[in-house]
């Protein structure tokens, strides 16, 4: 009956995020809160686990104060227990503190047989959290899985690493990132939704994780983004004759060098 | 000593790496060294002007395995800056190393630049969506994607080869492993490219965008859905978000719509150009020039008046 | 929305609206052409709790209430109103004998209703005259072997596919429309035949045929409810269809404004998007306008019924409007999409049928006026 853990971070919308054709900041004002898509992958991998193997599932985040409004959301897929961090500084933390934080609080919540991670998040798309977790709690990692069966403790997982696949074995405690590919999460039943209240769900405060002030110093600062805005000649030709067009093309190709 | 650290376990994506090293270099004002498990890709490497290469040697040779090896060595050089060739592999052992050093780590680095004491490492946000700038302080490590620097020239002096014993991390056994069905076909260094969707109807239907393609000299390039789910071309021909990611001068999209997973990997063409029924197809508001019309008409008009001398 | 939906009730309508990308956006075009009934699809809303969605938890329910029940059906509707019907006239059927059942009668009929295992069917209308308004072409007559319906009704939705149907029957002719009872009628009953199946104009997939009875006997455990309920049976069950009819209204009607207003900003004329220009968005604001009262409206009303408080009025107020806006908004997106939102490969042709259904059926234009003057004038 294993125990499980799944870290996962409540991001906004990118759909809803707008880019300011003025000076091309970002305009996130219309974007609601989600639970980023890949660690929707690991939940749901968690849950289908828990499912054929009993055990518990432990759902665990660190956010600005406003990732509660993901606990019913997160508990309604299936994790017995939900953690949160709330902190009002987490939107400058970076992936440095970010994994202090999560490695503080497995510390004090765990120990783990297994813990999961989406391969990245669907906002910044670091694709660190995993390994650096692993570093530090001294455990092995096996990342970008797209496949994995756990066998009392032996891990087994099929890796996707763009040049190919391999297939590799852990035994004992590990943290594993998955790929979106690794599963189709289910949509909650609304009994599911509904039970969701009746899990529970804690508070772990930031000040009680036991980290010192340079484990919660970024050692990145991002600045403003800006959006990435075409910017196109739109030359587009639409007579109703095709060798029209096609003699126009032609030309504009010739003009620019490419023709031949 | 402080330094400039740089690892691959891909040789050409390592030379790459050089290039903004030995830039930083410039203001850092510390030495380039290079890690390697391969003693061919080193020499390579300190020809290439690496003031040093350690060449790891261990029984286990992957990046994972190397990851704490490769960490306890960056921690007793002292190194500032340590750039790792953004494969996932490559990912991994950084993120590893960057937790091991209590470092930051910018992922997906396109542009790299030192400001005030700290590294500053430009990145894509939301998809594609945006790019901002993160500003590290030193010790500071980056991954950086294949083919976003060239390869430097030659140094005038070659670096010093040395080796290295290490133990690798033997928690994780790769008990089979598969590399992924190739062609061979590497359309990144295309000079034109004439991509095709599911605008053409039949796999046969795409002799039409191999004779224009003849016709401008050009590679061929699909979609996700034409390599994927059609397996009309092979996976090295998908651009897009988790495809190739292509800079060529012409990139003439024939039949696609344009959807930002696709064009995020060809929006840095120099002239795109675009073929469609559609009027209201989001590859116009993508393109420089474009024509309106089906494409099984104009395809050939243009592939006839483009042979026409 | 947020303030007037509690956490629940927007995770189940992100649910449904999941749901409805999921499983009812890759149908919904096909459905409208085949009409041919989903039963696979039928399945899988059960699996996700949506048929025993208002249903007591001691019948295997979900016990999610009405504004549950409104975000579910208004989310479904945003991609196959059909579908929708087919829930939303099961739910009436649940709704009724949930309401009126003797616990005899829950037991036997709401778990399966509860778990999609059976699918029901509220069997109202007729030929003639609406029930409560006129006498009944179905006569229930009790005799001594219990109880014996003759005659037909008519337009009865999942006709064929329900297992039981919640039916209204005429128990005096000389007392006109005001003797109605209501009756539980197995579908396997002796005497009892499907019609053939009614092609209609919109809201297709949700079956619809008359019923035919030729001496079809029940016993007396087949009277729902007592003989003098059958009036407000009628009235209530009849609120509650203008409810649901409500969320898919404003389901066909969302999806028919978000797709005008996509399009309106990728359609090139004379040189900008005819989104800029007055016309277009006076059109657009309007819907929007009346989609978002609306909505607020069917908020109310549900929140009633979860009170147990009466809603007779509020429906009426809700199919009032609503039927008034529906197919103005339909009329208007079109005008914003012109030749192509004619063109059968668009959206809009099925919306603005499928919107005729739900507002321009069940009740003529005067009925809800007549039931908010009463309120007022009483």
Redesign the interface.
């Known amino acids: 009956m294993p125990k499980l853990l799944v870290c996962y971070k409540w991001v906004l919308d990118e759909q809803d995020i707008k880019i300011r054709p003025d000076d091309l900041s970002l305009d996130a004002s219309r974007a609601k809160g989600k639970l980023s898509d890949f660690d929707r992958n690991a939940i749901e991998e968690a849950s289908l686990i828990m499912e054929a193997q009993g055990g518990t599932v432990d759902a665990l985040t660190y956010g600005l104060p406003t990732v509660k409004a993901s606990v019913k959301d997160v508990l309604s897929r299936g994790p017995s227990r939900l953690l949160w961090i709330g902190d009002p500084a987490a939107d400058q933390a970076d992936a440095y503190v970010i994994a202090n934080v999560l490695a503080a609080a497995i510390r004090k919540a765990g120990p783990y047989d297994l813990i999961l991670c989406g391969e990245g998040s669907s906002d910044l798309f670091y694709q660190q959290i995993p390994a650096r977790l692993a570093a530090l709690l001294e455990l092995p990692c096996v990342s970008f899985v797209q496949k994995l069966t756990l066998e009392g403790p032996v891990l087994t997982a099929t890796r996707s690493l763009g040049d190919g696949t391999e297939e590799v074995r852990v035994t004992g405690p590990a943290v594993v990132s998955v790929l979106g590919e690794i599963n189709k999460p289910r949509i909650p039943s609304l009994k599911q939704v509904l039970g969701a209240s009746k899990k529970p769900s804690e508070e772990l405060p930031l000040a009680g994780l036991g980290l010192t002030e340079a484990e919660l110093e970024p050692k990145a600062l991002r600045r403003a983004p800006r959006g990435f805005l075409m910017n196109r000649k739109n030359i587009i030709y639409k007579d109703a004759d095709p060798a029209a067009n096609v003699g126009k093309l032609v030309a504009s190709l010739e003009a620019e060098g490419l023709r031949g | 000593m402080p330094g400039i650290f740089i690892y691959s376990e891909d040789p050409r994506l390592a030379q790459q790496l050089l290039t903004p090293a030995l830039e930083l270099k410039k203001d850092l004002r510390q030495p380039v060294v290079a890690l390697t498990t391969d003693p061919e890709a080193a020499s390579i490497l300190a020809a290439l002007g690496a003031d040093r290469v350690v060449v790891l040697r261990s029984a286990l040779t992957s990046p994972?395995a190397l990851?704490?090896a490769v960490?306890q060595l960056l921690a007793k050089e002292g190194a500032q800056v340590v750039l790792v060739g953004g494969?996932?592999?490559g990912?991994?052992?950084?993120?590893?190393a960057?937790?091991?050093l209590?470092?930051?780590?910018?992922?997906?680095a396109r542009h790299l630049a030192l400001s005030d004491g700290r590294l500053v490492a430009r990145r894509?946000?939301?998809?594609?969506?945006?790019?901002?700038?993160?500003?590290?302080?030193l010790p500071?490590l980056a991954t950086i994607p294949p083919r976003t620097f060239p390869v430097p020239t030659q140094a005038p002096n070659p670096g010093v080869v040395e080796n290295l014993d290490v133990l690798g991390?033997p928690?994780?056994?790769?008990?089979?492993?598969?590399?992924?069905q190739g062609e061979g076909v590497d359309i990144t260094t295309a000079v034109?490219l004439v991509a095709v969707g599911r605008g053409f109807g039949h796999k046969e239907d795409l002799g039409l965008a191999r004779d224009l393609a003849g016709a401008?000299?050009a590679d061929l390039a699909c979609t996700r859905g034409i390599a994927e789910d059609e397996h009309w071309l092979p996976i090295e021909r998908y651009i897009g978000i988790s495809g190739q990611t292509v800079r060529p001068?012409?990139y003439l999209a024939t039949g696609l719509s344009g959807q930002v997973q696709h064009m995020v990997g060809c929006?840095e063409a120099k002239?795109?150009?675009?073929v469609n029924k559609d009027?209201?197809a989001?590859i116009?508001?993508?393109?420089?020039?474009?024509?309106?019309?089906?494409l099984y008409?104009?395809l050939p008009?243009?592939t006839a008046?483009?042979n026409k001398n | 929305m947020s303030i007037l939906l509690t956490e629940e009730q927007q995770l189940i309508g992100q649910s449904a609206r999941d749901f409805a990308k999921e499983y009812l956006e890759p149908i919904a075009v096909e459905l409208d052409h085949t009409a041919s009934y989903p039963a696979a699809l039928v399945k899988n809303l059960a699996a996700h709790d949506f048929l025993g969605l208002f249903l007591p938890g001691e019948f295997g329910g979900a016990e999610a209430g009405f504004v549950s029940m409104a975000q579910v059906i208004e989310n479904l509707s945003r991609a196959s109103a059909g579908v929708a019907s087919i829930l939303v006239n099961h739910s009436l059927a649940a709704y009724a004998l949930q309401r009126w059942g003797t616990p005899a009668q829950k037991q036997a009929f709401l778990p399966a209703l509860a778990s999609g295992e059976t699918l029901g069917a509220f069997a109202a209308f007729e030929h003639g005259p609406r029930p409560g308004v006129g006498p009944q072409a179905l006569q229930a007559t009790h005799l001594p072997e219990g109880w014996v319906l003759s005659g037909t009704k008519a337009f009865v939705r999942n006709a064929g596919a329900a297992q039981v149907y919640v039916v209204l029957a005429g128990t005096d002719p000389a007392a006109g429309g005001k003797a109605v009872a209501a009756f539980i009628v197995k579908a396997d009953a002796v005497g009892l035949t499907v019609g053939e199946p009614l092609e209609t104009m919109g809201l297709r997939g949700c079956p619809v045929a008359d019923l035919d009875f030729e001496h079809v006997v029940l016993t007396d455990a087949a009277l729902l409810g007592d003989l003098k309920d059958g009036q407000a049976i009628t009235a209530e069950t009849f609120a509650l269809a203008s409810v649901a009819e409500a969320a898919q209204t404003l389901g066909i009607a969302q999806a028919a404004v978000e797709h005008a207003a996509a399009y309106a900003k990728t359609r090139i004329q004379f040189g900008r998007p005819i989104a800029s220009l007055q016309a277009i968005q006076t059109l657009l604001a309007e819907t929007a306008t009346d989609c978002h009262l609306g909505r607020l409206g069917l908020l109310q009303a549900a929140d009633l019924i979860d009170r147990g408080e009466p809603f007779r009025v509020e429906a009426a107020m809700l199919k009032q409007f609503l039927a008034r806006v529906g197919s103005r908004l339909l009329v208007d997106t079109v005008q914003v999409e012109g030749g192509f939102g004619y063109s059968e490969f668009m959206p809009l042709p099925r919306l603005f049928r499928d919107i005729a259904g739900t507002t321009l059926l069940e009740a003529p234009a005067d009925f809800p006026d007549a039931t908010i003057a009463a309120s007022l004038l009483a």
């Open positions: 994972e990851a704490p960490a494969t996932l592999r990912k991994h052992l950084a993120a590893h960057a937790a091991v209590k470092a930051g780590l910018a992922t997906d894509m946000l939301y998809a594609g969506l945006a790019v901002s700038d993160e500003e590290l302080t500071a991390d928690r994780m056994t790769v008990f089979s492993s598969t590399p992924v034109r401008l000299k001068e012409l929006r002239v795109i150009v675009a009027e209201r989001p116009f508001e993508m393109a420089d020039y474009g024509i309106v019309g089906d008409t104009v008009l243009l008046a483009l």
